[in-house]
């Protein structure tokens, strides 16, 4: 067999049923500006680097999450390395949590590109089982279930900030 033929598929970012392993994930990290900016969520796996590269690039504040699963450390709102280690471990969330979690998948699904899964969400692990989509129902921009939609992203966007706000200010008092 010639090398070419040994040689696995290269990544088509086009290709949404392309499976990542973590070790191919952490390639997408921003280290090598030539590949693009991914992370995983929900076994989802999302290019950041449209839309995103001011945030997941090198030195940029949420590199952390560049070329990792990060499904935990996302819904918790925390940049701790020790939450971005466990990955999609969220059994034990609170409601309000996993509620984030949800939300995140959604505003990723919406604002990013997808371009693929993660393996081991394919082969069953519950650490990583991909989150359904929830059923959407059609609305057109201006139509009120659009409006609707657009309110609750930001309500969800203005509790979310005051919640990393209440969080800062506790543990500036705590010092």
Do not use: W
């Amino acid at each position: 067999a010639t090398a070419e033929a040994e040689a696995p598929p290269a990544a088509d970012a086009t290709d949404a049923t392309r499976y990542y392993t973590e070790d191919e994930l952490r390639n997408h990290d921003g280290s090598n500006k030539e590949l693009p900016l991914m992370l995983s969520l929900g076994g989802i796996v999302f290019d950041v680097t449209e839309g995103g590269t001011e945030f997941y690039a090198k030195g940029a504040a949420y590199n952390c999450f560049a070329g990792r699963v990060c499904g935990r450390a996302l819904a918790m709102g925390s940049l701790e390395q020790a939450d971005i280690d466990l990955g999609e471990e969220i059994d034990d969330l609170s409601d309000n949590e996993l509620q984030e979690y949800i939300d995140r998948v959604e505003f990723y699904k919406e604002k990013y590109k997808v371009v693929g899964k993660m393996a081991n969400a394919a082969a069953g692990s519950s650490a990583q089982q991909p989150i359904q989509p929830s059923p959407k129902k059609e609305s057109k921009p201006g139509s009120e279930g659009g409006r609707r939609s657009q309110e609750r992203r930001e309500e969800a966007v203005a509790a979310r900030e005051a919640q990393i706000r209440d969080r800062e200010e506790r543990r500036d008092d705590g010092r």
